[in-house]
């Protein structure tokens, strides 16, 4: 008889690993495939039989006795487990950080000190108000959060894509989310902001008007999680070894360059692949092509606290870079994926308040709120007080301490002493000198009365708000108007409406004018004045009212994606549809696939069926996706080959000319050689023979060095915005009907 192969070392539970510092060594302790050994219960048993459960006789009712089948069912029946109550919707990946230079100056975290030290990292990217199964597309708030696993311990840089917040006390988070989240009477809508809870809200809460532009913002619909800014918002402080405390702001910039989707592309993105966001990341990685990011700091001396027009403890408005410019300190590597989804990116825990010394807190009231709120909130969603034990969450600096028992406990902890001072455990573990990375709490010298009150400067909620919608382009600023048309548009009851208007108009006229205009508003809204509804019960409404600081704010091009100098990137890693049909011109395919895998894109055959096709000289290439299973809303960019027998059968196709059209619409970079040319034509994007603009590439004489050039440049430039405002009737200004005479 065939005996039980039963390893000889374990996978699981195997001794700490030899370098601490290894995170991905770490989490082995707790990984295993199953390849190449027996079934079992959790109990270890061998199982011979997983097809049927245990009956008295064939047709006979189950047995109880069935341990096996017991086992199965109730462990799936508990497989799930609450999904975050924000942020549910998310994607994760391993990693590194490296720093450039030392810090020493400002800081004294270890990990921010030598050069050569690779610290590992887990970074998870999440949309805010979706449920876990939402899109990656929703029109929404991109959380970037990385855990650092510093031989120091864990810091947790909890942060965002965009660098302010909605609110600035954290008391009013749970009416915020509410708001966000789909209405409790019916539950619509799912992963939107675009519905009259939230707008409610954020009409009677003239503080979120700066963080509503960056939500109305392309920043909110990013194309990559891999191309989009993060931002840890809050003011924190830097503690250098001297005792010295520097603020600081984080950022991170891509290396890939900031871009982002039009917003009819996302939402239909939403249809054909939800997962967009998620799969990019995931592909990516896998390809080898590890996304970049450079880690940035704004410091501010302490003894500057109070030179800005702005509270640096205010959420809700951030150091413009014109003002104090963010120094790149050191890049994050993102190289790994996760073997586990739910392993590792569901039971990941981050928190605000995981800090290592060196890095310590400012006193933002919605900073300090979140210090309390993440580890409450993962009691219950992870199931009680032992959830830093989860590989994931595991410190790789070693943790002794007194803290015992609870739910799912894995450490055994021999010492009889679980107290501190003892004799009995020889008085340890002991307590760390400053000198020892004991963390020692920044020394703030604070003498107040205890209030429930803000500083005078928080209630100035228009200036950044202006300075943001000030500093962007045309085109910029277009997508601004569109998104609040489209989001108040889909409110139903006309005073929010109104009232939103009234706050635009705060933060510019001529923005609220353009909303009031595509709503149908007469611009007589606009001279209303907003209200801040946000007013204690006993206080004075008037007191609460939002008042301008009378200090102008230079614009500032870093908070433009097309001005910040990261909107042009690479055409690395960029998905290129190649259009194509049985037929197709040899000479146009092989040169278009050699130069895009030269520059690093990815060329993705679409033709009208899968399996292969063959060109006119009868080679075969394999095809990736057909009509029915992609779109152009996929894809950064399309290219057509030329060759008759292929162009007249994709000109006949609706579906290759909407194709075409829809990749024009959204400004993309299109191009078409030799017969292709009539598909352009077709699907109207040519009128004749002329070119509308640079991304639009033609040529019927067939591809050349020259033509893919010049579409590869297009593809650099991500989009040809200006092509939109020939395009889009509705952000042209309105003029008054000619009357026909009788
Ligand atoms: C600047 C403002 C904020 C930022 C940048 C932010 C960022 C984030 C991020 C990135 C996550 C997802 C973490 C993950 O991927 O697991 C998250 C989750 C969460 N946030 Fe915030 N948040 C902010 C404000 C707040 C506030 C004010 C509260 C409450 C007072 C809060 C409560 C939560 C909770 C409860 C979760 C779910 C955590 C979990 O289940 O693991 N957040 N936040």
């Keep these: 008889m065939k005996k039980r192969i039963v390893k000889k070392v374990p996978e699981i539970n195997v001794p700490v690993p030899t370098n601490k510092e290894d ?42 006795e069935d341990f096996i089948f017991r086992e199965k069912i109730t462990h799936f029946d508990h497989e799930r487990i609450p999904e975050r109550v924000v942020h549910a919707r998310g994607a994760g990946a391993h990693g590194y950080f490296e720093v450039y230079e030392p810090m020493t100056e400002h800081t004294k975290a270890s990990f921010l000190q030598n050069p050569k030290k690779r610290t590992p990292v887990f970074v998870r990217f999440s949309t805010v108000a979706g449920s876990r199964g939402s899109t990656d597309l929703a029109r929404d708030v991109r959380g970037f959060a990385v855990k650092f696993y510093t031989d120091e311990g864990v810091f947790d840089l909890v942060g965002n894509n965009m660098p302010v917040f909605f609110i600035q006390d954290a008391v009013k988070f749970p009416d915020l989310i509410h708001a966000v989240k789909p209405e409790p009477h019916n539950e619509i809508p799912q992963a939107a902001s675009a519905h009259d809870t939230f707008w409610d809200f954020i009409s009677l809460m003239p503080e979120s008007a700066h963080m509503i532009m960056w939500l109305m913002s392309d920043r909110a619909i990013p194309r990559s999680f891999r191309m989009m800014e993060g931002f840890g918002v809050h003011t924190f402080r830097f503690v250098n070894a001297d005792g010295v405390s520097s603020f600081v702001k984080f950022h991170w910039k891509p290396m890939l360059g900031m871009h982002s989707l039009v917003w009819d592309e996302a939402q239909k993105i939403s249809g054909k692949d939800p997962d967009y966001h998620r799969r990019d990341l995931y592909e990516a990685i896998a390809n080898g092509e590890y996304p970049e990011y450079e880690l940035g700091v704004q410091i501010v001396a302490e003894k ?14 951030l150091i413009p870079e014109n003002m104090v410019p963010v120094q790149r300190i050191g890049r994050l590597v993102l190289d790994r994926n996760p073997d586990n989804f739910f392993a590792e990116t569901e039971q990941v825990a981050f928190h605000p308040g995981h800090v290592v010394p060196g890095i310590d807190f400012t006193n933002d009231p919605l900073l300090q709120g979140r210090l309390f709120s993440y580890t409450d909130t993962q009691l219950l969603r992870l199931g009680g007080p032992n ?39 020889g008085g340890c573990p002991f307590q760390a000198g400053a000198d020892m990375a004991g963390f020692v709490s920044y020394m703030e010298k604070i003498s107040a009365t205890k209030v429930r009150e803000r500083s005078e400067k928080f209630f100035d909620h228009f200036s950044q708000a202006r300075l943001f919608y000030e500093s962007q382009t045309d085109i ?51 001279l209303l004045k907003p209200l801040n509804r946000s007013v204690p019960a006993d206080g004075k409404p008037a007191d609460f009212q939002p008042r301008e600081i009378k200090k102008m704010l230079k614009p500032s091009p870093e908070l433009s994606i097309v001005r910040s100098g990261l909107e042009h990137g690479s055409v690395r ?57 992609a779109s152009s809303v996929l894809f950064d960019a399309v290219y057509v ?40 034509q077709a699907a109207g994007v040519l009128n004749g023979s002329n070119t509308p603009d640079d991304a639009v590439v033609v040529t019927e004489k067939g591809s050349s060095e020259e033509v893919m050039s010049r579409f590869i440049a297009a593809i650099e430039k991500h989009r040809n915005w200006e092509r939109e405002k020939t395009l889009r009737v509705d952000l042209q200004p309105v003029s008054a009907p000619t009357r026909k005479s009788a």
Excluded: W
């Design 304 to 317: 500057d606290e109070h030179v800005f027009p702005f509270d640096l403890l205010d959420a809700t408005k």
């Design 573 to 629: 890693t960029r998905k290129v549809a190649v259009l194509a049909a049985d037929g197709c011109d040899d000479t146009d395919m092989d040169l278009l696939l050699r130069t895009l895998t030269a520059a690093g894109a990815q060329a993705k055959i679409v033709a009208p069926r899968l399996g292969y096709l063959q060109t006119e000289e009868g080679k075969s290439v394999k095809i990736h996706f057909s009509l029915l299973t």
């Design 476 to 526: 910029e600023k277009d997508h601004i108007v569109s998104a609040f048309r489209f989001e108040l548009g889909k409110v139903e009851v006309p005073e929010i409406r109104e009232r939103m208007v009234t706050i635009l108009n705060q933060v510019h006229p001529q923005l609220a004018e353009r909303v009031a205009e595509g709503l149908g508003l007469s611009s007589a809204i606009t």
């Design 23 to 64: 995170k991905h060594e770490d989490l082995l302790r707790n990984t295993e495939s199953g390849l190449g050994e027996t079934l079992t219960t959790n109990q270890g048993t061998a199982i011979n039989d997983n097809q049927n459960t245990l009956k008295a006789g064939p047709r006979g009712p189950a047995l109880l």
């Design 641 to 680: 080959p030329g060759g008759d027998q292929s162009v007249a059968l994709l000109t006949k196709d609706p579906c290759a000319r909407e194709f075409v059209f829809e990749a024009y619409k959204h400004a993309k970079a299109i191009a078409a050689s030799g017969s292709a040319v009539q598909l352009f």
């Design 387 to 425: 959830f830093h034990e989860i590989p994931i969450n595991r410190s790789i600096a070693p943790v002794h301490n007194n803290q015992r028992d609870g739910h799912m406990r894995q450490t055994i902890n021999k010492s009889r002493a679980a107290y501190e001072p003892n004799s009995l455990g």
